[in-house]
Structures are given as C-alpha cells and as structure tokens.
Nanobody, 125 residues
C-alpha cells in the first residue's frame, strides 16, 4: 500500500534552515507528481511546492518562492523540501502528498490522493 512518511521537522530560529524529507513506498514513485503542503495553527491547508515525476519542473507558492527548494531523488523514492530564511509564519504542520498522476495541476490540492501524517516545523526565537 502507498505510504508517505515525512521527517526533518523541528524548531528553528528565524532566518534558519530545515530540510524536510518524505519517503515514499507502494507505488512507482517516478511516475507521479509530488507536493508539499502545510497547515498553520488555526488555518487551512496551503499548497507550498510541487514537482513533476522527472524532477525538472518545480513550482512554488509566492509565500515561499526564493526561500524554499523542492527536489526529488527517484532512486531513493524520496522528495525533499529545503527551507531557508525561515520566518515565524512558516510555522506549520508540513505534509507531503502524492499526485493522482504526473499530469496534475500542482497547486490544486484536490489532485492528490495520498498524504503523509506530517512533520511539525516551528520557527521561533
């Protein structure tokens, strides 16, 4: 069965960095788009970044553009989110998600069929 397991969250200071990982199993990883989304305390789910199966096309929400970098290693069935210049407003539970195919509209959360349990990121001094 499909499994997505996030890791790498924790406490960071403003301006700091964290690297999230999402280990995937149970499907042909390279054939599917993957994304990261987040839910801040008291707010709805927000799409953060997405990447297509071949790893060449990357997309970001305006709120993280220039600070976050998504990547994937299809040999390791893992997708990453490098987060730099962290801000307190980046505090959230971060989820990785599997697209229903490799042709999804990346920022449409309805086009993802499996989600991990999330990893918590807290940005505070």
């Amino acid at each position: 069965q499909v499994q997505l397991v996030e890791s790498g969250g924790g406490l960071a200071q403003p301006g700091g960095s964290l690297r999230l990982s999402c280990a995937a199993s149970g499907f042909t990883f390279s054939s599917y788009a993957m994304s990261w989304a987040r839910q801040a305390p008291g707010k709805g789910l927000e799409w953060v970044s997405g990447i297509y199966g071949d790893g060449r096309d990357l997309y970001y929400a305006d709120s993280v553009k220039g600070r976050f970098t998504i990547s994937r290693d299809n040999a390791k069935n893992t997708v990453y989110l490098q987060m730099n210049s962290l801000k307190p407003e980046d505090t959230a539970l971060y989820y990785c998600a599997k697209g229903i195919s490799d042709r999804v509209c990346l920022n449409d959360l309805d086009e993802y069929d499996y989600w991990g349990r999330g990893t918590r990121v807290t940005v505070s001094s």
